[in-house]
């Protein structure tokens, strides 16, 4: 039976021109779920995309703090934003570049009201928002991290897998927790991003929310060198001898169970990843690959240390996917129940 008192999700759509809106309407026509979600969206939109998926879909209009219905199968209750101008599958468009924003700004606020306990957003177009003059914008995670006035956020990635508490042998058949020391940053200005005091707090953050939201009374964190061999003993980079290394030994001086820097290339390997709980690695590209070839697909991205549960899925806008009924709404799912999770373990139910 469908629960009325299930938590609510907030589900901002994402770019209108890719998948996350077929996506929502793929989620409310499938497997019903221990959580109410609210899409956060157009709702011509949606119908728009679940007629062209062929989906029946009853689409509920609410105000944020209107009762939310239980969920059920074919029903998207949806706190409508208007689109700025007409969206086309595949074609991006500047004009919406301001209703994607909204949506967020629905979401953040509903959370911080008491509407929702958290928000689970589907993929946005970063270069059309950039088009479009916001200046700076450099993806979901920056934008929340302003949005809610906080000094510092941290990227973690799961696979489906591994959104539990630790449990003997964790991280066989894939299971893995990544976490990012920079983000969404060219190559060559990720050295000068990783400062001591940087690291520290992203290793704080990591270490504090991995026992809030995931259960863990210890985590045990393996963290990346920066660079090949970590480093080599100084001869192939200082940054793990000058910043890394100091950070790690303080840290470990306070408690925490921290292994590195290791080399990235071996990290990724069971004789390392055995009884971990999440790696930190210095960039994008050195931990989300290894990540996503365990997982992708299901696999969710989460935003560690707002005052708010944000979850994501593992993939972009699919421009070319979207309206064919071709998108997989599998790490939508995880995002959701990962989301649900959180928020019990977190105490905002």
Known sequence: MADIDAPVLALTTGEPAGIGPELAVMLAAGTLLPVRVVAVGDPDLLAERAAMLGRKLELVALAPGDPVPAPCQGVLPVWPVALRAPSHPGLLDVANAGYVLETLDVAVTACGNGHAVGMVTAPLHKGVILDAGHVGFSGHTEYLRDRCSVDEVVMLLATDSALHAREPGWTSGGALRVALATTH????????????????????????????????????????????????????????????????????????????????????????????????????????????????????????????????????????????????????????????????RGGLL
Not at 218 to 226: D, F, T
Not at 261 to 277: C, K
Request: glycine letters at 12%; charged letters at 20%.
């Open 185 to 344: 940053l060219a190559l060559r200005e990720v050295s000068d991003a990783i400062t001591g005091p940087r690291l520290e707090r992203i290793l704080r953050i990591l270490h504090a929310d991995l026992t809030r939201w995931f259960g863990l009374n210890k985590p045990r964190i393996a963290v990346c060198g920066l660079n090949p061999h970590a480093g080599e003993g100084g001869h192939l980079g200082r940054e793990e001898l000058d910043v890394i290394i100091p950070v790690l030994e303080a840290l470990r001086g306070e408690g925490m169970a921290l292994d590195g820097p290791l080399p990235a290339d071996t990290l990724f390997t069971p004789r390392y990843l055995d009884g971990v709980d999440a790696v930190l690695a210095m960039y994008h590209d050195q931990g989300l690959p290894v990540l996503k070839y365990a997982g992708f697909g299901r696999a969710a991205n989460i935003t560690l240390g707002l005052p708010l549960v944000r979850t994501s899925v593992d993939h972009g806008t699919a421009l070319d996917l979207a309206g064919q009924g071709l998108a997989d709404s599998g790490s939508l799912e995880v995002a959701v129940r990962l989301a649900a999770d959180m928020a019990r």
